[in-house]
């Protein structure tokens, strides 16, 4: 008499193939969402100017000395007033301008050249004894990598978590020399910030609806096959944890500074430093 353990596994296994193939029928069916509408007028666009205004060799900007910052950010003044401009309207980058072999490539460039460019205002200012400029600098660079990545895909998500680490990680240098109100107007420019990020989710959710709209049929045997497309997901999702764990420390040292040098001694934990000094205790990252 045959044994049934065997049967019951081949059918469990035809049963799960089926599914699979139930499944990828379904999505294929299944029209890809359209993008977002975009704003009018959006900052992207000022964005993507102000970086093919950026002057060469900015990428230098942390060995300059004092002088060659000044000629630097003199040079780039018109660049720096456009950033301004988009980061004061709502930005959303047009993802379905891009085609399957074609993306802003020159536009990603350009925004690493203008962090540099806006950190450089930061460190002339720390160099001309004017930490709370150099602070509100440094944020500066921080909102440039949420809003010129924001309705993006992950390689926009990649760029924009690159140039907040540029200026997180001038902010946290420069902590030590704030006084207690520019560490209370600092962390709330940040709070105000972190409260419009875009979610991982959003971003993965983009990049997949736009991969159907490009590839059609491919993309979805792709996200079920490809392990570098995956890989490179979970690559991204764990950076931007990581960056959100790093702000959310830097949110409580600047409040917990803030509270110090008001009251001569340390918080004992975060609680204590809402509401005064934070709107709420924020969040551990996801």
């Not at 299944?30 to 060799?57: F, H, I, K």
């Not at 946290?172 to 109100?181: H, I, N």
């Amino acid at each position: 008499m045959e044994r049934p353990i065997p049967k019951l596994l081949v059918g469990s296994f035809v049963v799960a193939i089926l599914a699979v193939v139930v499944a990828v029928i379904v999505t294929l069916s299944r029209p890809a969402p359209p993008p977002a509408p975009l704003p009018s007028p959006n900052g992207y666009d000022d964005l993507a100017r102000a970086g093919a205004l950026v002057a060469d060799g900015v990428s230098d900007y942390p060995e300059m000395s004092r002088d060659e910052l000044q000629s630097l950010v003199a040079r780039n003044e018109e660049a720096l007033r456009l950033a301004e401009v988009g980061l004061s309207r709502e930005c959303r980058v047009p993802v379905d301008s891009f085609s399957a072999t074609s993306f802003d490539m020159e536009y990603l460039a350009g925004i690493k050249r203008l962090a540099q460019a806006m950190a450089a205002t930061g460190r002339l200012a720390e160099l001309e004894d004017r930490p709370a400029e150099a602070a509100e600098a440094y944020v500066t660079v921080m909102r440039l990598g949420q809003a010129s990545s924001r309705g993006g895909l992950l390689i926009h998500a990649m760029v924009g978590i690159a140039v907040e680490q540029i200026g997180a990680a001038s902010l946290e240098k420069l902590m030590p020399s704030l006084g207690a109100k520019t560490c209370r107007e600092t962390a709330a420019a940040i709070e105000s910030s972190e409260s419009g990020r875009e979610p991982m989710e959003a971003v993965l959710a983009q990049e997949r609806a736009w991969m159907r709209r490009a590839y059609g049929w491919r993309s979805v045997i792709w996200l079920f096959t490809n392990p570098t497309l995956k890989a490179s997901e979970q690559s991204t999702a764990a950076r931007m944890k990581a960056l959100r764990g790093r702000v959310r420390q830097l949110l409580i040292e600047l409040a917990s500074r803030a509270y110090e040098l008001d009251k001569g001694q340390r918080p004992k934990g975060v609680a204590d430093l809402v509401p005064e000094y934070l709107k709420a205790v924020p969040p551990e990252p996801q």
